[in-house]
C-alpha cells in the first residue's frame, strides 16, 4: 500500500477525459466463469476467496482550482489487479509544514464526489476518482500551498464490535485476517461474548431456493406446499458485513441490545433468542418492513445498538444478504458444496460437521428430547468463516413471509410490500428442526412464525451496511 504525497499547484485544472467513476452495478456486467470444483462463481466470489488478493494507491494529486475560489480537486486512482468488481475502503487524509519537520493535519470533512458528500468508511471499486475539498470552508485561514495528501485502500474483511460498558458504547475497528487463538484456527472467546465479528461480503450473484430434487422437496410430508419450492437467480450489488455467529444473550447484553436489563450470564454463548419484533419494533410502532425502510424503534433490540454504536448501519440482513452468505459461492443445498441425499446413512456424515440439528448432540440431554440448544461455533464454518449456518437456531431476516412463484433474475431484492403486519421469513433451520428446513435454500419457509412471538430456537445474526455515494458510469 502506497500514500504518495504531492504538493498542490496553482494551475487551471480542467476535468481529465480520461477519469471514470465506477458505477455501483459494475458487477451486473461481469460474466459469470467456471472454476475447478464445478460450482459458477463470479469475480465478487473470487475476490472474497483469494489469498493474494492485493489493492494499492497510484497517482495522487491535487489542485486548487484557479481563480481560487476555495475548492482543491484531489485526483487519485487504486488498483485490485485481477479482481476489478471488489470493494475496497477509502480513506483520506491530509497534512502541511508549518515548519521543518513539523506537521499539521488538515480537516477533511467537507470532501464530495460527483457533488454528493462522501461518508466514510467509503467502499467502492478500483479505478480513478475525483475527490473535491471545500478548503475555504474546512481550512479558511491555512496557507496550503504545501499541502499534501494520503489516500489508504483495504480490504477490512472483518468489522469488529467491542463494548465499552463502561461508557455504554461499541466502538468498530477493523480486522484483514481472523484473530485467531495462537496455534489454533479458532477465534478467540471474547469474540462471542465482549467482541463481535462481522465478515465483509462482496457484491455477487448466486442462485437461491431450493430446487424440487432436494431432499425434503418431494416427500409431501415434509413440504407442506409444492409452490414453496422454486429457484432463481439473486444479485447483491452492494458490500455488507455480517455476524461469523448467531448473537449470543452475551453478546447482547453486551452491545446494549437488552435495555437496562441483564437476563443472561455475561458468559453466556447460547444463541440469544428474539421475537422479529423485539429486533425492530413492531408494526404498530410504525416499522414495516420493506415500506419504512432501514428505520427501528428506538426501544428494540437494534435501535439500543444503534444509539450505543452512534451507527445507524445496523440491522438484519435482507433474505438475499443472508442466503448469499451462507452459501459462501456454492448453489448445493449444504454450503459444503456437496449435493444432499435422503440417505439414511449419509444423514449423519453430511449434517454432523457443520450443523447442530436432531442427528447430533453434544450435550445430550436426558429424558426423550435428546436434541438442544448449543453453544454459537461448535460447527465446521463455511468457507467464507460463518458458523452454525444450518441449525441451531432460526436466523431471522428482513423479509416477511409471501408466496412468490417468479424463477426470474433478480437484484437487490428486498422481500414483498404489505400494508399489513405480515409473518418475518426465518433462516437456516434449527436443532429440533426437519431436514428439509435445514437447506440453505430453505427461504420460502411455510412454517413463518408470528412476529410477536419468539422461541428458544428463534435468534438472528447482525448485518451492517455502510453508505456508499452514487456513482454515474
Known sequence: MTEPGFNISRKGNQMKNTIKHVSLLALLSLSLRGVADGQSVDPGIAAMNAEDISVYVESVDGNQRWPWNGLVDIDFTFRCPGYPGAYAFVEMSAFYESAPGVTNDLPL??????????????????????????????????????????????????????????????????????????????????????????????????????????????????????????????TVTKPYYIGIYECTRAQAYAFGMEGLSKPYSEDDTLPRKRSYNNLRGSFADGINW???????????????????????????????????????????????????????????????????????????????????????????PNRWGLYDCHGNVYEFVL???????????????????????????????????RYHLLMIGAHRDPNAVNPDEYKEWDGFRLCWRFPTPEMAD
Not at 463494548?163 to 496455534?183: F, H, M, Q, R, T
Not at 463481535?196 to 406446499?225: K, W
Request: proline letters at 6%; hydrophobic letters at 30%.
Open 109 to 234: 470533512s467537507t470532501l464530495t464526489l460527483n457533488g454528493e458528500n462522501l461518508t466514510f468508511p467509503w467502499a467502492t471499486t478500483a479505478g480513478t476518482y475525483r475527490v473535491t475539498w471545500d478548503a475555504g470552508k474546512d481550512a479558511p485561514s491555512v496557507n496550503v500551498k504545501n499541502a499534501k495528501y494520503r489516500v489508504r485502500v483495504n480490504m477490512a474483511r472483518y468489522m469488529v464490535l467491542t463494548a465499552d460498558k463502561e461508557n455504554k458504547k461499541v466502538l468498530k475497528s477493523y480486522l484483514d485476517a481472523p484473530d485467531y487463538k495462537e496455534g489454533t484456527q479458532e477465534w478467540k472467546d471474547e469474540y462471542k461474548t465482549t467482541k463481535m465479528a462481522l465478515r465483509l461480503i462482496q457484491p455477487h450473484s448466486n442462485v437461491v431456493g431450493a430446487a424440487p430434487t432436494e431432499f425434503g422437496y418431494n416427500d409431501p410430508n415434509d413440504c407442506t406446499n409444492g409452490e414453496w419450492v422454486v429457484q432463481r437467480k439473486v
Open 290 to 380: 420493506p415500506k419504512t425502510g432501514s428505520r427501528v424503534s428506538e426501544n428494540s433490540s437494534i435501535g439500543y445498538l444503534r444509539k450505543r454504536a452512534n451507527d445507524e448501519g445496523f440491522d438484519l440482513p435482507t433474505d438475499a444478504e443472508w442466503e448469499l452468505a451462507a452459501r459462501a459461492g456454492y448453489d448445493t443445498p449444504l454450503n459444503m458444496g456437496v449435493q444432499y441425499t435422503d440417505s439414511n446413512d449419509n444423514r449423519k456424515n453430511m449434517l454432523g460437521p457443520i450443523a447442530q440439528c436432531q442427528i447430533d448432540v453434544t450435550e445430550p440431554k436426558s429424558g426423550d428430547t435428546p436434541y438442544q440448544l448449543q453453544r454459537v461455533g461448535l460447527k465446521i
Open 399 to 433: 423479509d416477511v413471509a409471501a408466496y412468490d412463484s417468479s424463477s426470474e433474475p433478480a437484484i437487490d431484492p428486498l422481500g414483498p410490500i404489505s400494508d399489513v403486519e405480515s409473518r418475518p421469513f426465518r433462516k437456516g433451520g434449527a436443532y429440533n428442526s
